[in-house]
């Protein structure tokens, strides 16, 4: 199994920044299993889950719409982090924050759908006042 653990959730004005960071745990050979294909979706209060940003086991990354040009999605292999700096914040994005992970080859490609991944996080707040 692989335990997801979310951090840097917070309250920020709008126009802000935040940088999230996931960290994954469990078994050494599933996380040796050439990293993952990992990606971080957002729940808002009354919207089902959606995808923000992936990043595959290729490196390739792909970001929702609304993402784009503020949010940047990485990864650090070594230290087994999954990061999403989030730049000019606005109210829009506040939400729970989830990681999620799935292993993957090098040759994957980000997913940005949520049935693409195993494992889950349990999330991190993002609260973004006007």
């Known amino acids: 199994q692989v335990h997801l653990a979310e951090f840097g959730g917070d309250s920020v004005q709008a126009g802000g920044s935040l940088r999230l960071a996931c960290a994954a745990h469990?078994?050494?050979?599933?996380?040796?299993?050439?990293?993952?294909?990992m990606g971080w979706f957002r729940q808002s209060p009354g919207k089902g889950r959606e995808a923000v940003a992936a990043i595959g086991g290729d490196d390739s990354t792909d970001y929702a719409e609304s993402a784009k040009g503020r949010f940047t999605i990485s990864k650090d292999k070594r230290e087994k982090k999954l990061y999403l700096q989030m730049n000019n914040l606005a109210p829009e994005d506040s939400g729970l924050y989830y990681c999620?992970?799935?292993?993957?080859?090098?040759?994957?490609?980000?997913?940005?759908?949520?049935?693409?991944?195993?494992?889950w996080g349990q999330g991190t707040l993002v609260n973004v006042s006007s």
């Open positions: 469990g078994n050494a050979v599933v996380i040796s299993y050439n990293w993952f294909c």
């Open positions: 999620a992970a799935d292993g993957c080859s090098d040759h994957s490609s980000a997913r940005l759908e949520a049935d693409s991944y195993s494992y």
